[in-house]
């Protein structure tokens, strides 16, 4: 089943700790069929020039890596249950949430902010000039670290994290048909240039951008 938020939560309702942000609680219940979902998905480059509400964010992370029972198991599969993905988010024009760059904390379905700056326009440039880059009020940005799957399975394991992205990345198309809004996947980029303009330092790599807006 896919998740239904409601919509307008105040940002008075959140937590906010330091530099991290409580987001609100998904919702495992819609009207939304898997085959509606699947039916419907298709990728979008063209959003309205409106807001997102926090609470779809918040939704949409959760659809992509969140936890869904005890013992840390997320939306996604993932050899071994190592989780090698680490989701960001790049908000524009999203209510409640101030611009810049956030890292999304599955455990605790929280956003640490690491950036405080919009950077739409340097992240488009980075990806070929694609305008939905710039045009989307929300992006998100997932990266890996391969060695946390290769530590245990070899070079094998660059393939088990390239089929994890892919989870992931479809389970973002379909909660987006459920919440009414559009993305695409784009995995045309340089990907020093991304790791760059979203200051993006250790072992992770940039795997794919998902724009996100109102069709």
């Known amino acids: 089943m896919f ?3 409601r919509r307008g939560q105040s940002a008075q309702d959140l937590t906010h700790a330091s530099n991290l942000i409580k987001l609100p609680e998904p919702i495992h219940e819609s009207d939304t069929a898997v085959e509606r979902a699947l039916l419907y998905r298709k990728s979008i480059r063209s959003y309205r020039h409106e807001p997102l509400e926090l609470s779809d964010i918040a939704q949409l992370l959760w659809a992509a890596q969140g936890i869904t029972r005890p013992g840390g198991y997320r939306t996604a599969p993932s050899a071994g249950a190592l989780y090698p993905l ?5 908000a524009g024009n999203v209510s409640d949430l101030k611009d810049g760059l956030y890292k999304y904390r599955p ?10 700056v919009d950077k739409r326009t340097e992240l488009s440039k980075a990806a070929l000039n694609q305008e939905s880059i710039q045009d989307a009020p929300a992006v998100i940005i997932i990266c890996a670290d391969y060695e946390r799957t290769k530590g245990k399975y070899g070079e094998r ?13 479809q389970n973002v198309y379909l909660q987006a048909v ?5 993305t695409v996947f784009i995995g045309a980029f340089y990907d020093e240039e991304v790791k760059k303009v979203l200051e993006i330092g250790g072992n992770e790599e940039p795997l794919c951008i998902l724009p996100i807006g109102r069709p």
């Open 86 to 90: 680490e989701v960001y988010l790049l």
């Open 107 to 116: 455990l605790t379905h929280e956003l640490e902010q690491v950036l405080e």
């Open 178 to 182: 459920s919440l009414d809004l559009g």
């Open 157 to 169: 394991g660059e393939q088990y994290v390239h089929m994890e992205v892919g989870s992931a990345a």
């Open 3 to 5: 998740a239904r938020f």
